[in-house]
């Protein structure tokens, strides 16, 4: 318990998912969480079933405007940020022989551009903690293997890698001390995948309990975006951390 007391953590995608399960586990583990969305309803509804920890905020993570709002209305109402979860994504499917221009502008967009955002807001806010800060990344195996029937998603899921990596090193010869780690899984059973493959059956999958399942639970992956907002990981910085059960090696 209490493994990040008293942090202030914004979650963008916080609304169902992964990004929902995230805001669930760190408040249950003593932070005071922002969750952001552009689903209003569900994300009030998480934010108030959470309690008086939780706060919510419209967003729409490719606007610079909206990161602007976010980020004042998490100052204004827990004084600080000291971890920043960039989650939320979209995964439109078409392999690269068949995506349009438009699908593949508006993933970068939404999937690179809003995450440069959130890194460069996030540095921004947290470079002057005494205590620094820790921003999350959530990228997939996408970014390390390729998805041949996802291009655009596996491109934006690359290239928020390789900032990662520029984020780290940044900060690190800056002497922030603010640290960026991103977060590698394969399938996790959230209405995501259960949009692109809705024949799946999770019981079938073992969801949670076998250990040679293909997909994970949201809590998964949650468990290790709690350690990377901790300071357990003080040490881990500009690392690709996989959730994928040894997916990616099978694969290659
Ligand atoms: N589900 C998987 O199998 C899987 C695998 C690898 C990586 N990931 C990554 O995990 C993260 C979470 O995915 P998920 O499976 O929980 O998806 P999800 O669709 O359940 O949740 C994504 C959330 O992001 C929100 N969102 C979408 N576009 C937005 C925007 N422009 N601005 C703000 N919010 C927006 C949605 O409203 C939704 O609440 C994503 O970055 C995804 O790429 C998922």
Redesign the pocket.
Known sequence: MNRVANKVVLI??????????DARLLAAEGARVVL????ED??RAVAREIGDAAHFVH?????TA?WERAFAETINTFGRLDVLV??????PPGPIDEIDPQTWRETM???AD?YFLGCQFGVRAMKHNPMGGSIVV?????ALGGLPSMAA?AA??GAVTALVRSVAAHCKQSGYRIRCNS??????????????VAELDPSALGIGTDPMAR??D?LD?AQLVLFLASDESRYINGAELR?DNAQLICAL
């Open positions: 963008t995608g916080a609304a169902s998912g992964v990004g929902e399960a952001t969305d552009i689903n569900r994300g967003h729409e993570i490719g606007l909206d960039n989650n939320a994504a979209i995964c967009r939404i999937n809003g959530m990228s997939s195996v996408a998603y934006s899921k977060v590698h899984p394969d399938g996790i059973w959230t209405p995501m995948t259960q949009a692109l997909i994970c949201p992956v959730v």
